[in-house]
């Protein structure tokens, strides 16, 4: 159980570095928006507010991964099964920003043309690279919180086999036979 957890703990340490470079991404895309006076599209808003807050439960989460018990891992689970469904969200939201040409991604054009209609540099180029950034980082932690669900309800189901050996309780089941 040991490698498992050295395992889990080095994937939510990439995790959370990637998380804090989305965060960083889309908060600038947030601002960009801000700036020209107009609505945040939701492609780039729900990774910036899921992200948030998935910095400070992964920093409790690799902190603590030598430390959770039993009932703690059925909760890490959780939490990572709900960020995955936020991310496969984020990913279907990004779905149009995935053109290797940058210029034909929604949210590049989204950008670029409320950015000149309001008078400001668009940044066009610069823009362009943030954008593809911010469907690749998306993607990628969606995968990453698909391998940590999976990881964490596998350490859960070992830890209750331990507590069940040690205890000589099995868990009670709901069904009657």
Same mark, same amino acid.
């Given at each position: ?26 908060? @600038?895309?947030?601002?960009? @928006?801000?700036?020209? %006076? ?5 492609? $780039? @808003? ?24 039993? %009932? ?14 936020? @991310? ?37 180029? %610069? ?25 964490? $309800? ?14 000589? %309780? ?8």
């Amino acid at each position: 159980m040991f490698i498992e957890k050295a395992l889990l703990w080095f994937v939510r340490l990439s995790q959370w570095c990637i998380t804090v470079a989305l965060l960083g991404i889309s908060g @600038y895309l947030v601002n960009q @928006y801000a700036q020209a %006076h107009s609505r945040v599209p939701a492609e $780039v @808003y729900l990774p910036c507010i899921v992200s948030a807050f998935a910095v400070c439960i992964l920093w409790y989460s690799i902190l603590l991964i030598y430390c959770l018990g039993r %009932h703690l891992l059925h909760l890490a689970a959780f939490f990572d099964f709900c960020f995955m469904v936020l @991310y496969i969200a984020g990913v279907v939201l990004n779905r149009h920003n995935f053109h290797k040409d940058g210029t034909q991604n929604w949210t590049w054009r989204s950008l670029t043309y409320v950015r000149q209609a309001y008078g400001i540099d668009p940044h066009a180029q %610069h823009n362009e690279n943030i954008v593809k950034a911010l469907a690749g980082l998306t993607t990628t932690l969606m995968v990453l919180f698909i391998i940590t669900t999976l990881m964490c $309800v596998n350490l859960a189901r070992l830890a209750d086999e331990k507590h069940e050996e040690k205890t000589g %309780h099995r868990r009670r089941s709901t069904s009657r036979v």
